[in-house]
């Protein structure tokens, strides 16, 4: 086998693995920026419990109108939203801290969602749901996943200054400003519409995958958010095309290969990272070096 036929051919031959770069391609520009932010944030779990969050809706939508690319989505949408909010609720309402809120709303979803999809569809139905079929994107899903990318660069270039700021030094942001409340949920809103976008692809047990793998793997290697953010979108779509090409060749699922791979470039970093791995670390460093 050439080169060409292991990285190229599978892409030029097939119109369903080029949709499928291209949807990967389309996640990994919005999940670039998203995942270095809940990274910051020390939010990484709260996208994992958001992913679970939305699966009652989209199982809703599934319900009233099967597999109908727009209902499960916008069920989605909505059940995710209803998760963030009533999870910072009880948080601020009782003595319950807001990880332990989301975990006992995320888990609900999860087995709230997994039981409507049960009740009428069959087990393919729930694996469709739970994992995705990347392979089988279609012009509508893509379109989909294209705006939810759209919206999601602009509004963060609307709202990235005092977002990065809540980040940093969320005190000060409140002293000077009252945006840190709305930049918040903006931003817990661009999740949500990502991991809607994600689950189309990957499903909503691995969409979050996509976002967070390479966030983790890219602050190995860079400081720099703007470095971050760059490195963290090159290694989610360079994650995708490599998933897909291992599903291709290998003939196993492509959106469990796709996050494997994720997986596996981070392994990679976490050992031999030169900003903070194992290796680095191990090594002596220089005279008067932090």
């Given amino acids: 086998m050439t080169l ?3 990285l190229v051919a599978p892409f030029a031959e097939f119109e369903f693995m080029r949709r499928a770069l291209i949807g990967v391609f389309a996640l990994s520009l919005g999940a670039g920026p ?5 990274m910051l944030r020390r939010m990484s779990l709260t996208g994992d419990a958001m992913s679970h969050a939305i699966l009652p809706g989209a199982a809703i939508g599934f319900l009233f109108a099967g597999l109908n ?5 916008l069920g989605g949408l909505i059940a995710g939203l209803l998760v963030a909010v009533g999870a910072g609720v009880v948080a601020r309402a009782t003595e319950l801290k807001e990880d332990a809120s989301m975990a006992a709303f995320y888990l609900i979803s999860l087995a709230l969602g997994v039981l409507i999809v049960s009740l009428r569809g069959s087990n393919v139905d729930l694996l469709h749901v739970l994992f995705g079929t990347v392979l089988g994107i279609d012009d509508a899903t893509l379109l989909l ?7 999601t660069l602009f509004t963060l270039a609307l709202i990235w200054r005092p977002l990065v700021m809540d980040c940093v030094d969320p005190v000060f ?3 000077v400003s009252r945006a840190g409340g709305p930049c918040h949920i903006a931003f817990l809103a661009l999740v949500v519409l990502n991991l809607v976008g994600g689950f189309h692809a990957l499903g909503t047990l691995l969409a979050v995958g996509l976002m967070m793998l390479p966030a983790a793997t890219s602050r190995f290697f860079v400081r720099d958010l703007t470095a971050l953010v760059a490195l963290s979108t090159v290694i989610a779509f360079c994650s995708g095309a490599a998933g897909l090409l291992l599903s291709y060749h290998m003939g196993t699922p ?7 791979v994720a997986g596996i470039a981070y392994g990679l970093a976490v ?13 002596p460093r220089r005279h008067l070096e932090a």
């Fill in 254 to 260: 492509s959106g469990p290969s796709i996050v494997l």
């Fill in 34 to 38: 998203l995942g270095v932010l809940l």
């Fill in 4 to 6: 060409y036929d292991a």
């Fill in 145 to 151: 996943i294209a705006g939810i990318t759209t919206l």
């Fill in 271 to 283: 050992i031999f990272g030169p900003a903070g791995g194992v290796l680095s670390r191990l090594l």
């Fill in 173 to 175: 942001l409140a002293s």
């Fill in 69 to 73: 690319l727009y209902a499960m989505s």
